[in-house]
């Protein structure tokens, strides 16, 4: 993932709102993709999860959209609640050699207004 | 209830010390991973392990060396810990998705460092 500097991009949503959050990915040859979800004083923990052979894939309330032409993953969350504010980070994942890593991107964090 | 624990929340060492951070996961998983945590950089991989005793360095493994003896068992070592060493120390674990299953890595809580 890119550096975007010492801020992390926010997005601010109305409670009960959809939560648009959006990531660029760098690798073309990256085959699968995840969303993560950080809150404060907590590692980061699995949200949703997408392969490169799909375009789209729906959990409860969140749903991950993949664009492999432009390289863009978005996360949506539906009914935006309290508990949603966070910091969320998507992953693309390379594998080599019977190993693999994720490449994580830089963050996005999500404020919801009451 | 998967579970991965580092050995410390929070720790302060001072310049030149030597510096051990445990995780330990209980899920019999193959592959650990050690990441540091800085604002606006996200999650950066410095070593990771897919076996007990192997270790592959990630991005950014320069200052820091690892020890897997044990499966359930990965160890950040900072051997003379520098003041830009001052971050958030995250573990993680994973199975490998040998049959096409999940991709999924398990975090622990994270250790914050401090060097002064």
């Known amino acids: 993932g890119e550096s975007v500097g010492l801020h992390l991009p926010t997005l601010s949503v109305q409670e009960g709102d959809n939560s648009i959050i959006n990531c660029a990915y760098s690798?073309?040859?990256?085959?699968?993709f995840i969303w993560y979800k950080q809150e404060s004083g907590k590692g980061p923990q699995f949200i949703i999860d997408?392969?490169?052979?799909?375009d789209k894939r729906q959990g409860q309330r969140v749903t991950v959209l993949l664009n492999k032409t432009v390289k863009h993953l978005s996360l949506q969350i539906a009914a935006t609640q309290p508990g949603d504010s966070a910091v969320y980070f998507c992953?693309?994942?390379?594998?080599?050699?019977?190993?693999?890593?994720?490449?994580f991107g830089t963050g996005t964090r999500l404020k919801v207004l009451a | 209830d998967v579970k991965v624990t580092q050995s410390s929340r929070y720790l302060v060492k001072r310049t030149g010390e030597k510096v051990f951070l445990e995780c330990v996961q209980d899920?019999?998983?193959?592959?650990m991973f050690w990441y540091r945590q800085d604002p606006g950089l996200g999650l950066r991989l410095i070593y990771f392990?897919?076996?007990?005793?192997?270790?592959e360095k990630g991005d950014i493994p320069e200052g820091y060396s690892v020890s897997r003896e044990k499966k359930e068992r990965f160890s950040l070592i900072l051997e003379s810990a520098s003041t830009n060493q001052t971050s958030m120390y995250l573990c993680?674990?994973?199975?490998?998705?040998?049959?096409?299953?999940?991709?999924?890595?398990?975090f622990g809580p994270g250790t914050r460092l401090t060097v002064t």
């Open positions: 993680a674990s994973s199975l490998y998705p040998w049959d096409g299953s999940s991709y999924e890595q398990y």
């Open positions: 690798n073309s040859a990256s085959d699968y």
């Open positions: 997408i392969r490169s052979n799909m």
């Open positions: 992953a693309e994942t390379i594998t080599t050699s019977g190993t693999y890593k994720y490449i």
């Open positions: 899920m019999d998983h193959e592959n």
């Open positions: 392990s897919y076996d007990v005793k192997m270790k």
